[in-house]
Structure formats: C-alpha cells, structure tokens
C-alpha cells in the first residue's frame, strides 16, 4: 500500500511546470478595458508569443495590487486568424482577441491543459489572457474597447 506522502507527492509531481517561467524577462504594460487594468507581460516575437502562459502557476497570476490584475497581451504584426490552445497552461484562462482598432471581436474561457484550438471568428492584432472569470467579472464582452499603450505596440517582431 502506497503512503498517502508518497501518494501526495505523485500528485504534485504531475501538476508542477517542467521548465522554469522567464516572465520576469519580458516588459509589462498596463492595459485597460472598461473598469480594469491588467498589468500584462508583453509577447511580441515568435518565441515569447508560442510559450505565452504555459508553465505558469496559479500565484504568478495573483493581482499585482489592488485593483491591478495579472496577465499577458500578444502583440502581432499583422492581423492573425488562427486560434489559441492550452497546451502546457496549468491555469484556466479567458481571452479576449482584439481588432487592430482595439475593439474586442471574441472572448473565450479557455480549460487548463485543453489541446484544443479557441478560434476567433474575426481577425485579430491583439489578444489579452487573463485569469479565468475576470471578464465575466468585469463585464467584458465582445465589442468592447480595450487601450493597449504604444509602447506595447513597438518592437514587434
């Protein structure tokens, strides 16, 4: 009979990251939608954008302050049709695919570890993750306008 520490320990062992998370490398901007700022690590080239949130834990999404929410915004060259997906993602997560002009075209509550593709029905330049159930909370939705900082903007690659 297993021990329930040896049990406990298989446990944990399948729920934690297999790399570590190099977040901290990545610059942050405050973005804003409706009555919410999110603090968000910027992913702008091919690696940072394919690695996104996988590997991160549940407290690294912890607010920043108050009032000040976690999450990351993907920033695009050009306008993207294809979907996102979970693989790698410890934490549920929602999505919200923006316009070029800033307007929200579809929001999605992604699963954690879902291989499946969460697929806009519209072109996006932008898309914002968050912890699951802060646009619900918020009352985020499709067609509303998210401010993303210039700043974010830059150097896309």
């Known amino acids: 009979m297993i021990g329930w520490m040896t049990m406990l320990s ?14 901290d490398k990545l610059g942050t901007a405050d973005v804003k939608v409706k009555d919410l700022t ?4 910027i992913a702008n080239n091919d690696d940072e954008r394919q690695k996104g949130l996988m590997f991160v834990m549940k407290d690294e999404m912890d607010p920043v302050a108050k009032g000040v929410e976690r999450g990351m915004i993907f920033v ?8 996102f997906w979970m693989k790698n993602t410890h934490i549920d997560l929602d999505i919200a695919f923006i316009r070029e ?51 974010a903007k830059k150097g896309v690659k």
């Open 10 to 23: 298989y446990l944990l062992a399948g729920c934690a990251p297999t790399e570590p998370n190099k977040l």
């Open 38 to 41: 999110v603090r968000a690590w």
């Open 76 to 83: 695009f060259r050009s306008d993207q049709r294809h979907g």
């Open 101 to 151: 002009d800033g307007r929200i075209g579809d929001v999605f509550t992604m699963a954690a570890l879902d291989e499946r593709n969460y697929t806009p029905k519209y072109p996006y330049r932008y898309a914002l993750e968050v912890k699951a159930g802060t646009f619900r909370e918020h009352g985020i939705k499709a067609g509303d306008t998210v401010t993303i900082p210039e700043d």
